[in-house]
């Protein structure tokens, strides 16, 4: 079992779609899980960043993180065509510095 | 802001040639890593530098070298290219305190090896 699992999608909705993006992981010590996105031919950029288990909300976009499932989400609403990427989650431990395993990353395309 | 440059962008290499991926980073951060990216592989680290003077293999070493010149610049190296080095190549890094945990990354180096 991959200590991170991602399904790679693609996903496909239309404008104004709530978009739920999901991973899971192995690994108990994770205690920081963070959302990138990375357009067609660009590095990847930080979207969000979650210590522990709960909710965080920044615009459009929402992290939740429910440790006791190992299981962490990314919710978009009002989706829009410039949300069409792909996104990585990607994870780490306690300590900070410590290395971060990401998922292999989600394709989403969100049409007008 | 400049944050993590890579150089070259793109790059077509022939087997066996040689060349060197050049990152530097503008926002004072102690690590820096390099990572490769290939359709349906994810992300998978290469090698990394947690501070000045030191590096240290990740997942997949194989073929390449590295080079922490000073704390900004951060080289990957390959003595010997092969077509299975064919990738995207990034680099980033990380800073200390609150955001320890969050990688910069650059636009990343597009290489082809023939």
């Known amino acids: 079992q991959k200590e991170v699992e991602q399904d790679p999608g693609p996903l496909s909705v239309p404008e104004g779609a709530i978009v739920s993006l999901n991973c899971t992981y192995s690994?108990?010590?994770?205690?920081?899980f963070m959302w990138y996105r990375q357009y067609s031919r660009k590095g990847p950029e930080l979207l969000m960043y979650?210590?522990?288990?709960g909710n965080k909300e920044d615009g459009r976009f929402t992290a939740q993180v429910d440790k006791s499932s190992k299981y962490i989400s990314l919710f978009i609403r009002d989706s829009q065509p410039s949300d069409s990427a792909t996104y990585l989650c990607?994870?780490?431990?306690?300590?900070?510095?410590?290395?971060?395993?990401f998922g292999k990353g989600t394709t989403l395309s969100v049409s007008s | 802001n400049a944050g993590v440059t890579q150089t070259p962008k793109f790059q077509v290499l022939k087997t066996g040639q040689s060349m060197t991926l050049q990152c530097a980073q503008d926002?004072?951060?102690?690590?820096m890593y390099w990572y490769r990216q290939d359709p349906g592989m994810g992300l998978r680290l290469i090698y990394y530098?947690?501070?000045?003077?030191?590096?240290d293999k990740g997942e997949v070493p194989n073929g390449y070298n590295v080079s922490r010149l000073n704390k900004r610049e951060f080289s990957l190296r390959l003595e010997s290219a092969a077509p299975s080095q064919t990738s995207v190549y990034f680099c980033?890094?990380?800073?200390?305190?609150?955001?320890?945990?969050?990688?910069?990354f650059g636009a990343g180096s597009r290489l082809t090896v023939l």
């Open positions: 980033a890094s990380r800073g200390t305190g609150s955001g320890a945990n969050v990688l910069t």
């Open positions: 979650t210590y522990s288990s």
């Open positions: 990607a994870m780490s431990g306690p300590q900070a510095g410590t290395a971060l395993i």
């Open positions: 530098s947690a501070s000045e003077g030191t590096t």
């Open positions: 690994n108990s010590a994770f205690q920081y």
């Open positions: 926002m004072n951060h102690n690590s």
